[in-house]
């Protein structure tokens, strides 16, 4: 934990996650999630209406509905790395108990069914998403005029999106994990390891936790990552977290925007203004997702750096064994036991 804390790539992606935040609980607990809306403006040249550059209302501008865009994502922020969070975890324990579990207690099962979740590899998990929650999400709530005339209620569909992302990669992540535990599996200490009669609650914590500890954190890492990296394309496809609602913006059109001011939701909303003159108005959404993105790999990558360094000392300081033979290995077995 010292050297983690010491790591400065980790640091700084933990620093401005943490900071993202926290800042972004904190303004719901003393605004109560407030957003400033911006007024006309008179100038010499005339009455001047948002949507407003960063550079006329700082920091981020205003949208097509004149709310305050620095406010809208402060707000998102929480909504965000919530998601995210949460479906990364329940990822990370569906797929650690039912990868570490199958491989030590039925791996005939495990070598039957890797075949078939491998074709999960090639099946976009996007795709998935997307036509498990289109109508739930998308066409329900346009069909039947908004988030008041949707079929399910918000609480509901926040449920059925978060089981619907954590299953849709739970075949990859479980694939993965009870990979690394076949590999300790194999190793040559295991042989002693049963000869001696060690059990399987044994050998789970005893020998395969102190080795897969270090994935487990590395896998969690990568979790957050895909989960974000999903939620920006499902919002750029029209599935905003939680459903969306009607609205009419300043240019008096009816659009469908995001209940939660998610930040995928707010991308998929205001893609379309990329490439006009409000192109602020997706740049900003893009820049913080990206930087977040960036974040939970500089993380990653300094844990990495971590383990490598652990792993060197580790072998610096260990003597150095010539392997053993088969009948120096039983020998050696035989008189542990006497």
């Given at each position: 934990?010292?050297?983690?804390?010491?790591?400065?790539?980790?640091?700084?992606?933990?620093?401005?996650?943490?900071?993202?935040?926290?800042?972004?609980?904190m303004?719901?607990w003393?605004?109560?999630?407030?957003?400033?809306?911006?007024?006309?403006?008179?100038?010499?040249?005339?009455?001047k209406?948002p949507?407003?550059?960063?550079?006329?209302?700082?920091?981020?501008?205003t949208?097509?509905l004149?709310e305050?865009?620095?406010h809208?994502?402060?707000?998102?922020?929480?909504?965000?790395?919530?998601v995210?969070?949460?479906v990364?975890?329940?990822?990370?324990?569906?797929?650690?108990v039912?990868?570490?579990?199958?491989?030590l207690?039925?791996?005939?099962?495990?070598?039957?069914?890797?075949?078939?979740l491998?074709?999960?590899?090639?099946?976009?998990?996007?795709?998935?998403?997307?036509?498990?929650?289109?109508?739930?999400?998308?066409?329900?709530?346009?069909?039947?005029g908004?988030?008041?005339?949707?079929?399910?209620?918000?609480?509901?569909?926040?449920?059925?999106e978060?089981?619907?992302?954590?299953?849709?990669?739970?075949?990859?992540?479980?694939?993965t994990?009870?990979?690394?535990?076949?590999?300790?599996?194999?190793?040559?200490?295991?042989?002693s390891?049963?000869?001696?009669?060690?059990?399987?609650?044994?050998?789970?914590?005893?020998?395969?936790?102190?080795?897969?500890?270090?994935?487990?954190?590395?896998?969690?890492?990568?979790?957050?990552?895909?989960?974000?990296?999903?939620?920006?394309?499902?919002?750029?496809?029209?599935?905003?977290?939680?459903?969306?609602?009607?609205?009419?913006d300043?240019?008096?059109?009816?659009?469908?925007?995001?209940?939660?001011?998610?930040?995928?939701?707010?991308?998929?909303?205001?893609f379309?203004f990329?490439f006009?003159?409000?192109?602020?108005?997706?740049?900003?959404?893009?820049?913080?997702?990206?930087?977040?993105?960036?974040?939970?790999k500089?993380?990653?990558?300094?844990?990495?750096?971590?383990?490598?360094?652990?792993?060197?000392?580790?072998?610096?300081?260990?003597?150095?064994?010539?392997?053993?033979?088969?009948?120096?290995?039983?020998?050696?077995?035989?008189?542990?036991?006497?």
């Open positions: 934990m010292i050297r983690v804390l010491r790591n400065k790539s980790f640091m700084a992606g933990f620093l401005f996650i943490f900071l993202t935040l926290m800042g972004s609980l303004y719901g003393y605004f109560d999630n407030h957003v400033p809306v911006a007024d006309l403006r008179f100038t010499g040249d005339g009455v209406s949507p407003y550059s960063p550079w006329e209302y700082p920091p981020f501008g949208n097509n004149a305050s865009l620095f809208i994502l402060l707000i998102g922020a929480k909504y965000t790395l919530g995210a969070f949460l990364a975890t329940l990822r990370f324990v569906v797929s650690s039912w990868g570490t579990l199958s491989e207690y039925v791996p005939k099962l495990n070598q039957w069914s890797r075949p078939f491998e074709a999960f590899y090639y099946y976009p998990v996007t795709l998935i998403a997307y036509l498990m929650l289109y109508w739930v999400l998308f066409a329900d709530g346009q069909f039947n908004g988030d008041s005339e949707f079929t399910y209620g918000f609480g509901a569909r926040v449920i059925i978060v089981m619907v992302l954590t299953l849709a990669a739970v075949p990859i992540t479980s694939l994990i009870s990979k690394e535990v076949n590999q300790i599996l194999r190793k040559e200490f295991m042989e390891v049963h000869i001696l009669g060690g059990n399987r609650r044994h050998i789970l914590l005893k020998h395969i936790l102190p080795f897969l500890k270090p994935q487990l954190v590395i896998i969690f890492l990568r979790e957050m990552i895909q989960v974000l990296i999903l939620l920006a394309h499902l919002g750029i496809l029209g599935i905003f977290f939680g459903g969306g609602a009607m609205k009419e300043l240019f008096k059109n009816v659009v469908f925007v995001s209940l939660s001011n998610e930040w995928s939701g707010i991308i998929g909303n205001n379309r990329l006009t003159t409000y192109w602020w108005i997706a740049i900003c959404p893009i820049f913080l997702l990206t930087l977040t993105v960036l974040a939970f500089l993380m990653l990558e300094g844990y990495q750096d971590l383990q490598g360094v652990s792993a060197k000392r580790g072998q610096v300081e260990g003597p150095e064994e010539e392997p053993l033979g088969e009948e120096e290995r039983f020998e050696r077995v035989r008189r542990s036991i006497r």
